[in-house]
């Protein structure tokens, strides 16, 4: 049975459903960074005014062709059903999520997944200022450090700014941000204090917030 959004839909939504299909189509079609391992991964076209933001596609997304596929989105979408109460199914349902980087970048020299660099981030910029104009979104969720750092224009420790909600000035919009710890299973970060705790403030703030007011499925 499809889920559906019924608490978050908005004027225009239909419009900015089909606009998001045909970026789609021209982003799936990217060549423009060698060093990237294809295939392209991006969710759905889902007209929300929640935008979630990660770093890049890690070596098994482009097999299932969604972002957050593997263990790192097993984790993060186990935060969101813990404090939200919603499933995976309804939150990619309810939330766009993109990233910094759409392509794997490879992996590091020293191990772990390789950093975008400028030029990548700079030419996946392009498809993020698009998808802005489309969406007109009102909260960012920024996820990983690279992400906050794009959206915010800060380089700022996590324990700074995870558990806070901040107002950035992105692609032309204002929007709340609300930055969250990479879920890596690479980084003990969030599993650890002072981590654990800023997380679920993090967290608490996302289900009070407005923008993600509908999210929560209907009481049958």
């Known amino acids: 049975m499809p889920v559906t959004t019924s ?11 089909r606009a998001l299909r045909l970026l789609h189509r021209e982003l799936d079609a990217c060549v423009l960074c060698p060093k990237m391992i294809r295939p392209v991964v991006h969710g759905g076209a889902v007209p929300s005014r929640v935008i979630l933001l990660g770093q890049a596609p890690g070596p098994r997304e482009g097999t299932f062709g969604k972002p957050f596929a593997w263990t790192a989105g097993k984790t993060m979408f ?46 996946c910029e392009t498809w993020l200022t698009r998808e802005v104009a489309i969406l007109e979104p009102e909260l960012v969720i920024a996820v990983g450090t690279l992400a906050i750092e794009r959206v915010t224009g800060m380089k700022s420790p996590l324990a700074n700014i995870v558990g806070t909600t901040l107002r950035a000035r992105w692609h032309g919009r204002d929007v709340d941000v609300i930055p969250l710890p990479h879920p890596s299973g690479a980084s003990p970060w969030h599993r650890i204090e002072p981590g654990k705790t800023l997380l679920g403030k993090g967290l608490k703030l996302l289900a009070r917030h407005p923008s993600l007011a509908g999210i929560r499925a209907p009481a049958s």
Not at 7 to 17: N, V
Not at 83 to 111: H, M, N, Q, T, W
Request: hydrophobic share 30%; glycine share 18%; with cysteine.
């Open 7 to 17: 608490g978050l839909e908005r004027p225009g939504d239909e419009r900015r459903k």
């Open 78 to 123: 186990g935060w969101f059903e813990r404090e939200l109460g919603v499933d995976e199914e309804r939150f990619r349902a309810s939330v766009y999520i993109a990233a910094v980087a759409r392509c794997f970048p490879g992996k590091a020299s020293g191990g772990g997944d390789r950093k975008p660099d400028p030029g990548e981030i700079g030419r």
